[in-house]
């Protein structure tokens, strides 16, 4: 059987890592995308530390947030891998402050990256998926878009956007073998998180029932258990993943 190609979009990040790395696993050919600035020398870098460690991964840059250079990345996907059979809308950025601290900049640069990219990378590649009867469509949202943060309006907005896009395109494309689902992680202990003062991560774990910050496998493996075929009964569904912080 031939392999499914799959696209995660942040893929060289902390849990954009783990996903690829669990879909590779399951047999998926898997590419990662990033921008970083266009930082090609970090992403290679990355590409290689995968295969030392016998994932051979793919990278593809593209700006996600720009409609433009996304087509461009699922172009270039598709030309050099194959059509996207499984889509991951992982990246995303924080800019955080207070709402009347907030400018326009700071408020368009993450709803661009987290939400409109969500459009801007599964337009492109619906219809393929629809016209083939397969496709696994998941996007990370993330605790805050259900409960709110303090100075995250930018973030949680964004976030929260993901479930209305979610439940409605799957409305869409049910009938058409694919499913469209969301995944929102709690706090998760990527490298990004592990540099917070110890002080700050104590009193985050203090609010988490279990205990802890979840690890980034953790998230890749509800991620790849949703883009199994043997999934394809579970659509329009969001996965809360936060160790008890929230509960709904």
């Known amino acids: 059987m031939k392999a499914k190609v799959a696209l995660v ?3 060289t990040g902390g849990i954009g890592t783990e996903i690829c790395k669990a879909l590779y696993k399951r047999g998926a050919r898997v590419v990662a995308g ?14 290689a530390k995968m295969r030392e460690l016998d994932f051979n ?8 947030s720009n409609f433009e250079s996304a087509a461009g990345l699922i172009e270039a996907v598709e030309k050099n891998v194959g059509p ?7 990246a995303g950025i924080t800019r955080d402050t207070t709402l009347k601290k907030m400018d326009l900049i700071n408020w368009d640069m993450v709803l661009r990256t987290n939400l409109d990219s969500i459009f801007n990378v599964t337009r492109q590649v619906i219809q393929g998926m629809m016209d083939r009867g397969f496709g696994r469509i998941i996007s990370i949202s993330s605790i805050n878009g259900q409960k709110g943060q303090f100075g995250q309006t930018n973030y949680a907005a964004a976030k929260a956007g993901i479930y209305g896009f979610t439940k409605s395109l799957a409305l869409e494309v049910a009938n058409k073998g694919v499913t469209v689902n969301a995944v929102s992680p709690g706090y998760v202990a990527t490298e990004m998180v592990k540099q917070m003062p110890e002080k700050v991560i104590e009193q985050i774990v ?22 199994e075929d ?3 009964f579970i ?3 969001n996965f809360a993943i936060n160790g008890g912080q929230h509960m709904y």
Not at 34 to 47: D, F, K, R, T
Not at 209 to 214: F, K, Q
């Open 206 to 227: 203090a609010q988490i029932p279990v205990g802890r910050l979840a690890n980034p496998d953790e998230i890749a493996r509800l991620v790849a258990f949703l883009a």
């Open 84 to 90: 996207i059979d499984i889509l991951v809308n992982n």
């Open 230 to 232: 043997a999934s394809g």
């Open 235 to 237: 659509t329009g569904s």
């Open 57 to 64: 991964i793919e990278v593809f840059y593209g700006d996600v």
């Open 9 to 11: 979009t942040g893929g």
């Open 34 to 47: 990033y921008n970083g600035g266009g930082n090609s020398a970090a992403a290679l870098a990355w590409q």
